[in-house]
């Protein structure tokens, strides 16, 4: 059968010329994007809409065609030359808020979906709903004091003072290492250092550089110890039950980094129940005991051995089934959904990666963060820690790791939940050019030919058009 003569154009075209519509009478949006399109404006905004307003869509040029193994006849074309955009667009992706809203949106929709699934269950996703019943614990590992930040102290729902001395005492660069003020939740002073002297910037950085490493000792040493508490060797235990977890990465005011993580006993299995003997009480107990055990020896700038370990203020709580207190399946999940959406902006980070000393000295940021970036710079130019890549992580304040990641056996994945998105997309925009679905022909007696080529980011005119209602402005 031949298919050469099928083979995908991936030139760029340029719009077509469409005759110019009356925009005095078109909503703004849709004025706009007529300058531009004439009659196709219409077609190109809803295009964008189905990117569900992504602010920097991905644009391909190809096509993709249905033909009939027997016949060679072509039985459906979708054509990025059919959009009067010129282009397929797909919707960016990103993560982060700052970059994309819209695309952020969804990735947390998706985050908060792979969590609590792993929480209660999703039976349509293909996870037992079981899982509610097995114990687990929310846990936040905590960094380590660099030196003493401005902070909002709240007790009993009371705002209390920052550092309360009644001696007034002062560091040895003069500087008081008291301060009686009762911050306010949005007060820029919060994380800064009441003397940047006193903070070891050097100490801070290689410490969110080795998150990482230490969130992997904590992780081998679960079973270890859960096997010691039950008097069992490790492969005997890993014949009853599993621990399986989730964690996401925040940024701390102070720029230093917090694990916010979901720990659940299984059984041995994918599926299979938690043994009777697996409580919540005794799985904190075990990750508690992990914490205080997990700390690395690296070598510290000046040539001296370093000693890095998660901070003393350890927090872990029983998540309850199927309630609505604080800690709750569905609390929890949105707590942990919130957090992936971010990156060291919640720290005064940049959102993107830094090239030069000259760049971060014109960042718009914190002399606080910038002080940790230039310590990521300059410690990234130094042999021994040229694997922790410091200055292409400068930007993340040495932080490298995940932002959310999860073990094999704690839910689906990402991909599954993105798979189920782009399938209905897809089709959805079959559908709305009358030009049929890809369930509508056999697969046994059809082939689907497509080549789509990367053509670009962006429109050009997406903050204009977010200035105008954007594409989901209109109504549909
Ligand atoms: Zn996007
Ligand atoms: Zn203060
Ligand atoms: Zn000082």
């Given at each position: 059968?031949?298919?050469?003569?099928?083979?995908a154009?991936?030139?760029?075209?340029?719009?077509?010329?469409?005759?110019?519509?009356?925009?005095?009478?078109?909503?703004?949006?849709?004025?706009?994007?007529?300058?531009?399109?004439?009659?196709?404006?219409?077609?190109?905004?809803?295009?964008?809409?189905?990117?569900?307003?992504?602010?920097?869509?991905?644009?391909?040029?190809?096509?993709r065609?249905?033909?009939?193994?027997?016949?060679?006849?072509?039985l459906?074309?979708?054509?990025?030359?059919?959009?009067p955009?010129?282009?397929?667009?797909?919707?960016?992706?990103?993560?982060?808020?700052?970059?994309?809203?819209?695309?952020?949106?969804?990735?947390?929709?998706?985050?908060?979906?792979?969590?609590?699934?792993?929480?209660?269950?999703?039976?349509?996703?293909?996870?037992?709903?079981?899982?509610?019943?097995?114990?687990?614990?929310?846990v936040?590992?905590?960094?380590?004091?660099?030196?003493?930040?401005?902070?909002?102290?709240?007790?009993?729902?009371?705002?209390?003072?920052?550092?309360?001395?009644?001696?007034?005492?002062?560091?040895?660069?003069?500087?008081?290492?008291?301060?009686?003020?009762r911050?306010a939740?949005?007060?820029?002073?919060?994380?800064?250092?009441?003397?940047?002297?006193?903070?070891?910037?050097?100490?801070?950085?290689?410490?969110?550089?080795?998150?990482?490493?230490l969130?992997?000792?904590?992780?081998?040493?679960?079973?270890?110890?859960?096997?010691?508490?039950?008097?069992?060797?490790?492969?005997?235990?890993?014949?009853?039950?599993?621990?399986?977890?989730a964690?996401?990465?925040?940024?701390?005011?102070r720029?230093?980094?917090?694990?916010?993580?979901?720990?659940?006993?299984?059984?041995?299995?994918?599926?299979?129940?938690?043994?009777?003997?697996?409580?919540?009480?005794?799985?904190a107990?075990?990750?508690?005991?992990?914490?205080?055990?997990?700390s690395?020896?690296?070598?510290?700038?000046?040539?001296?051995?370093?000693?890095?370990?998660?901070?003393?203020?350890?927090?872990?709580?029983?998540?309850?089934?199927?309630?609505?207190?604080?800690?709750?399946?569905?609390?929890?999940?949105?707590?942990?959904?919130?957090?992936?959406?971010?990156?060291a902006?919640?720290?005064?980070?940049?959102d993107?990666?830094?090239?030069?000393?000259?760049?971060i000295?014109?960042?718009?940021?914190t002399?606080?963060?910038?002080?940790?970036?230039?310590?990521?710079?300059?410690?990234?130019?130094l042999?021994?820690?040229?694997?922790?890549?410091?200055?292409?992580?400068?930007?993340?304040?040495?932080?490298?790791?995940?932002?959310?990641?999860?073990?094999?056996?704690?839910?689906?994945?990402?991909?599954?939940?993105?798979?189920?998105?782009?399938?209905?997309?897809?089709?959805?925009a079959?559908?709305?050019?009358?030009?049929?679905?890809?369930?509508?022909?056999?697969?046994?007696?059809?082939?689907?030919?497509?080549?789509?080529?990367?053509?670009?980011?962006?429109?050009?005119?997406?903050?204009?058009?977010?200035?105008?209602?954007?594409?989901?402005?209109?109504?549909?």
């Open positions: 059968m031949r298919v050469s003569t099928f083979a154009s991936t030139a760029t075209r340029l719009p077509r010329a469409f005759p110019a519509p009356d925009t005095a009478a078109l909503p703004d949006s849709l004025a706009l994007l007529a300058a531009r399109y004439g009659s196709g404006a219409p077609a190109v905004l809803e295009q964008l809409r189905r990117t569900h307003d992504c602010s920097a869509p991905i644009r391909l040029a190809g096509e065609v249905t033909v009939d193994r027997e016949t060679g006849e072509i459906a074309r979708y054509g990025s030359d059919q959009e955009s010129g282009y397929a667009l797909l919707p960016c992706g990103n993560r982060r808020a700052s970059r994309c809203p819209a695309c952020s949106k969804l990735y947390r929709g998706d985050a908060f979906a792979l969590i609590r699934a792993g929480l209660a269950g999703d039976e349509a996703k293909g996870v037992p709903a079981e899982l509610a019943g097995h114990p687990r614990v929310f936040t590992f905590t960094a380590p004091s660099f030196g003493p930040v401005h902070g909002r102290v709240v007790r009993a729902g009371r705002v209390l003072p920052c550092r309360a001395r009644r001696d007034h005492p002062v560091c040895s660069h003069g500087l008081p290492t008291w301060c009686a003020l911050h939740e949005n007060d820029p002073a919060l994380g800064q250092p009441l003397c940047p002297e006193c903070f070891d910037y050097e100490a801070a950085v290689l410490w969110n550089a080795h998150v990482p490493a969130w992997r000792r904590t992780i081998t040493y679960l079973p270890r110890i859960l096997a010691a508490e039950l008097g069992v060797s490790r492969t005997a235990l890993r014949e009853t039950a599993r621990i399986s977890f964690k996401v990465a925040e940024f701390q005011s720029g230093l980094v917090h694990l916010h993580a979901i720990f659940r006993i299984d059984g041995p299995d994918q599926g299979s129940a938690a043994p009777p003997w697996a409580t919540s009480e005794l799985l107990d075990v990750v508690a005991q992990a914490v205080a055990r997990t690395l020896r690296i070598e510290g700038p000046a040539g001296a051995e370093m000693e890095l370990r998660w901070g003393v203020q350890f927090d872990v709580r029983a998540i309850q089934p199927g309630t609505e207190g604080e800690w709750s399946e569905a609390r929890v999940a949105a707590y942990v959904a919130k957090y992936a959406t971010k990156a902006e919640s720290a005064g980070g940049p993107r990666r830094l090239r030069s000393p000259y760049e000295e014109r960042l718009a940021v002399d606080h963060a910038r002080r940790l970036i230039t310590t990521c710079w300059t410690l990234g130019g042999a021994q820690y040229e694997h922790l890549r410091l200055r292409a992580w400068a930007h993340m304040l040495g932080f490298r790791g995940h932002f959310l990641t999860k073990g094999r056996r704690y839910s689906v994945t990402f991909g599954a939940l993105r798979t189920a998105r782009v399938r209905y997309r897809t089709n959805l079959m559908i709305a050019r009358g030009l049929n679905g890809g369930d509508e022909y056999d697969e046994a007696s059809t082939l689907v030919i497509g080549h789509f080529a990367f053509a670009g980011v962006g429109m050009g005119f997406m903050s204009e058009l977010a200035a105008a209602g954007g594409p989901g402005g209109l109504a549909p």
